[in-house]
């Protein structure tokens, strides 16, 4: 599952672009937080995805993203050059391709790894799942595979990509959200050759005219109460910001729960539309794992931070990351053990004390990060001022060494908070 949101330049309060999604897997499925360095490749140089080889490119770019512990790709992640991807399952009327391909965590990294604009990395990923196809294990290692969307964007552009095996449709947008349907219908602006008469071939589009991807493709026997409503609701909280939105505004919606807001409300079967919130605790369909927040600036004037939580984002919080500093290592540990070195383990141990009782703890959490919250706010903007500084004048290592002590500290205040949390609450 998943939903992702964007707003584009014009539609924010302060003029910079935002990304923002919940990664909806598994409720056990670990997800840490990895990075891997720009690098130039040798010619013949080959890449191991999740389940097939490819040819690699003359040069990548730096990414950070994160990615289910079995997985190669990302669920969703920012490249060097302020790209941003996610992806969601959707259902298409079309059998899968039983053949291995590439499954579309791997086409969001590999869109980020190759992608200088929202637009080159759409043409990049576009051609790989033409030539390489979808398919394989994506629900979990031995599951089932599945179709995907796309939300892509760069502080210009976002545009919306959504398949169906080797077809696909895109247009661009300014403010908006997807999740998991296709929900493109005939305002598409490019798409693959075929896409159209695949649909006429079969039957499931006779009408003259443009093609309506959605209303050709889109399964119908899928139960629209999984996501028409969590589409619904996302897209009704961004117009609800109409003098701009900002980090906050996407943090509440991230961590939405209908009428409870960020506390989830007993009661409720997957038979209800209901049930699906967008900060989702919706098992067996799934629940929120890891989410992301990105500001894609044109020009970044102080060292570019994106806001990451793992486990449900009503019970943790957002810290912020940087591509131009290493990572901690806690953030990127983790597999299908309980691991307590684990950034994801340890979120996820606070998650499970308060799903005892939704309604009375998650007040009490969201009360007790406040105080690491604003600190971080604050030594935040001393340390990115301090590494502006070293960076302008020419010291570039000691701007990644002043980042790097950063998170690693924050993150270790963070984790040991989180266990700390939960043993009060067990």
């Not at 309060?13 to 891997?36: I, V, W």
């Not at 512990?69 to 992640?77: I, K, Q």
């Not at 590999?110 to 990395?121: D, V």
């Not at 301090?386 to 290592?397: E, F, I, Y």
Request: hydrophobic share 40%; with cysteine; proline share 6%.
């Amino acid at each position: 599952m998943c939903d992702c949101l964007v707003a584009t330049a014009p539609e924010t309060r302060d003029g910079t672009a935002l990304f923002a999604k919940n990664s909806d897997r598994h409720a056990h499925e670990c997800q840490p937080f990895t990075q891997s360095p720009s690098s130039f490749h040798a010619p013949g140089s080959t890449v191991r995805c999740t389940h097939v080889e490819i040819p690699q490119v003359a040069e990548t770019y730096a990414v950070m993203g994160h990615s289910p512990w079995w997985a190669w790709g990302f669920e969703h992640g920012v490249n060097e050059c302020a790209v941003a991807i996610g992806n969601e399952t959707v259902f298409s009327r079309e059998p899968l391709e039983e053949r291995p391909g590439l499954i579309g965590m791997d086409l969001v990294r590999l869109g980020l790894e190759r992608g200088r604009s929202a637009r080159e990395a759409l043409e990049v990923m576009a051609t790989l799942l033409e030539t390489h196809g979808q398919g394989g294990a994506a629900f979990g290692p031995g599951e089932a595979g599945y179709h995907n969307g796309f939300l892509i964007a760069d502080p210009s552009e976002a545009w919306v990509l959504q398949t169906s095996n080797r077809r696909w449709a895109a247009r661009r947008v300014q403010r908006d959200a997807i999740s998991n349907h296709l929900s493109l219908g005939a305002e598409w602006e490019i798409g693959s050759r075929d896409l159209e008469s695949c649909a006429r071939a079969v039957g499931w589009w006779s009408q003259p005219g443009r093609i309506d991807v959605a209303h050709a493709y889109r399964h119908p026997d899928v139960p629209g109460r999984i996501s028409e409503g969590r589409l619904r609701r996302s897209r009704e909280l961004l117009a609800r910001h109409a003098q701009g939105l900002d980090r906050e505004a996407l943090l509440a919606i991230l961590r939405d729960h209908g009428a409870g807001g960020p506390v989830r409300l007993p009661g409720g079967t997957p038979e209800e539309e209901s049930y699906f919130t967008l900060c989702m605790h919706s098992e067996p369909i799934g629940t929120t794992t890891a989410s992301m927040v990105a500001p894609l600036a044109a020009e970044r004037r102080a060292p570019w931070r994106v806001w990451i939580s793992f486990a449900t984002p009503c019970t943790s919080l957002f810290l912020p990351v940087y591509l131009d500093g290493v990572i901690p290592a806690e953030l990127a540990r983790g597999g299908a053990e309980p691991d307590a070195d684990s950034a994801w383990w340890s979120f996820k141990v606070l998650q499970d004390a308060a799903a005892a009782d939704f309604p009375l703890h998650t007040p009490a959490v969201r009360e007790a990060w406040k105080g690491l919250e604003a600190r971080v706010e604050t030594e935040r903007l001393q340390v990115e001022a301090a590494a502006a500084r070293a960076r302008r004048s020419g010291d570039p290592d000691e701007a990644s060494r002043l980042l790097t002590v950063f998170m690693a500290r924050i993150w270790r205040e963070a984790i040991a908070q989180a266990r700390e949390i939960a043993s009060q609450l067990s």
